[in-house]
């Protein structure tokens, strides 16, 4: 299994950007799939995942409203669409999966993820 994230880059406060974590070796509709960060001197964040069990989504509240995971249609692509992008969304961002990691409303951790991308920076600044 193989993770490979991009999409990253220097945006300014408010814009957008598009991540993207293209997978070989599995497919995401029989895996559990989450985006997290990692801001320098912070722990792991969990941003926003979907289920392996029912498909239920996970945001966390620093991004709900703004954030959106999906996936398209061939299932090997998993995407993060990031609106109104701000500094503190500045980090490292990784895609996860695994065939058993769970999510719920209100539930993620990366601690159920064995599979992970290799980062792709987003830093936010005007």
């Known amino acids: 299994v193989q993770l490979q994230a991009s999409g990253g880059g220097l945006v300014q406060p408010g814009g957008s950007l598009r991540l993207a974590c293209v997978a070989s070796?599995?497919?995401?509709?029989?895996?559990?799939t989450g985006w997290f960060r990692q801001a320098p001197g912070k722990d792991r964040e969990a941003l926003s995942c979907?289920?392996?069990?029912?498909?239920?989504?996970y945001y966390a509240d620093s991004v709900k409203g703004r954030f959106t995971i999906f996936r398209d249609g061939t299932e090997n692509t998993v995407f993060l669409q990031m609106n109104n992008l701000q500094p503190d969304d500045t980090a490292v961002y990784y895609c996860?999966?695994?065939?058993?990691?769970?999510?719920?409303?209100?539930?993620?951790?990366?601690?159920?993820?064995?599979?992970w991308g290799q980062g792709t920076q987003v830093t936010v600044s005007s």
């Open positions: 996860a999966a695994d065939r058993s990691a769970v999510a719920t409303k209100y539930y993620c951790s990366a601690s159920d993820f064995g599979s």
């Open positions: 979907i289920s392996s069990l029912d498909g239920s989504t």
């Open positions: 070796g599995l497919s995401f509709g029989d895996y559990g």
